[in-house]
């Protein structure tokens, strides 16, 4: 992504030499790979963010490989026959939405993963860890960021069927 571009800010820093960026551009586009196989679905409730979507996918050079529709997350066709990334980005509730409102939201998130989601890897990126209580799942991994002045986490689901596998050292003994 990016190789379409042609303003960067760097080019307008005395000293710049326009055939040295030729030069690794070029190599860059040899050096590009096709995907096989690759299939990213990307869907949201709201018709603009889908298209707003499209349009940076487009700019970035990889609309081909994503699948976009306007649709609530729970009705996300999640492919069974493979494993794979789930990623959310929901409301915080502190721009978009009402906290309590969102309570529910991040239940159903939570519900998606354990039913539709098994043998994936999901991802919630939240700034309000008080909704994230409500996906009723531990998160294997939480790492921060801070999205502008919001304090977030990107939280990690390990999403598997049945009950995870436990080391035999992790087993009690019985007595």
Excluded: W
């Excluded at 800010?9 to 551009?25: A, D, L, W």
């Excluded at 349009?55 to 794979?84: H, S, W």
């Excluded at 996906?135 to 995870?164: M, Q, V």
């Amino acid at each position: 992504p990016g190789v379409q571009r042609d303003n960067f800010s760097f080019m307008h820093v005395r000293g710049y030499n326009p055939g040295i960026y030729q030069e690794v551009k070029r190599k860059l586009q040899q050096e590009e790979k096709e995907l096989p196989g690759l299939q990213i679905i990307a869907t949201d409730i709201s018709e603009d963010a889908v298209n707003i979507a499209r349009i940076n996918a487009r700019m970035a050079g990889v609309e081909d490989y994503i699948q976009f529709r306007k649709c609530d997350f729970a009705d996300t066709l999640v492919p069974l026959d493979q494993a794979g990334v789930v990623f959310f980005n929901p409301e915080y509730g502190d721009r978009l939405g009402d906290e309590e409102a969102l309570q529910p939201v991040y239940k159903r998130m939570g519900d998606f993963l354990k039913q539709k989601c098994k043998g994936y890897h999901g991802y919630i990126f939240t700034g309000n860890l008080e909704l994230a209580k409500h996906i009723g799942l531990k998160p294997r991994r939480r790492i921060e960021f801070f999205n502008g002045k919001i304090d977030c986490r990107l939280l990690e689901y390990e999403l598997y069927a049945g009950t995870r596998d436990i080391k035999p050292s992790q087993e009690k003994m019985p007595g």
